[in-house]
């Protein structure tokens, strides 16, 4: 389970930084930065884990309580224009960088799951798998993770057939299976595995 000791260790203002959406085929990337209380209450820290270990409703319940919580929150997302230009890496430093700039005050340091850093007006260490042992990197990871979904149930009822609402935009069959049927949308990834191959094929095709 993760803990606080990298932030207590750490000392000063200590962000925990993490993104959602780095694999799928449509949509944003978007991340979250997320300084904890130095006194988070037991009762929160105990809903708090990797966001894939959790369930959606385990989510939720845990975005709520940090919403509700003296938690500091920043979000950023970066476009799938920005994926395109820039690559999935670097959108996804680009969405990091936005999500600290909007927090209140700058942190002291970023504690940024992963082994890539951004580029940030502060101290970076970079954690692999933090998300499963750094208590503001998996609340990150929550935020990230419940915000993109509600995004894309957002953008599931102006796009109908995609199965957005289920799937977050991930390549599962059912929405690959809605690419060929349909086409692509402004949204997917021109770039992503599933989409290239399908422009290919509809290019070959005229």
């Known amino acids: 389970m993760p803990s606080l000791e990298m932030e207590r260790a750490a000392g000063g203002r200590v962000a925990g930084v993490d993104e959602a959406g780095r694999g799928p085929l449509a949509g944003p990337v ?31 319940a845990a975005y709520r309580a940090l919403c509700a919580s ?53 101290a970076v260490q970079c954690v692999v798998g933090g998300d499963g042992l750094c208590l503001s990197i998996a609340a990150a990871s929550i935020v990230a993770k419940v915000v993109r979904d509600r995004a ?16 977050a935009g991930y390549a599962t069959a059912p929405h690959r299976a809605a690419l060929n049927r349909l086409g692509p ?13 399908l422009r290919l094929a509809l290019t070959i095709a005229d």
């Open 185 to 197: 949308t402004r949204h997917h990834r021109e770039a992503f595995g599933t989409v290239a191959q």
């Open 30 to 60: 978007v991340a979250a930065a997320v300084v904890l209380a130095a006194d988070t209450p037991p009762e929160l820290a105990a809903l708090l884990d990797d966001s894939k270990k959790l369930s959606a409703e385990q989510r939720q």
């Open 152 to 167: 894309m149930s957002r953008l599931a009822a102006r796009w109908p057939g995609y199965g957005w609402e289920r799937n």
């Open 70 to 122: 003296a938690a500091e929150i920043g979000v950023g997302a970066a476009s799938v224009g920005e994926i395109l230009r820039l690559n999935i890496l670097h959108a996804s430093m680009l969405a990091m960088r936005r999500a600290v700039a909007r927090l209140r005050m700058p942190p002291n340091l970023a504690l940024v799951d992963g082994n890539y850093p951004p580029k940030l007006d502060c």
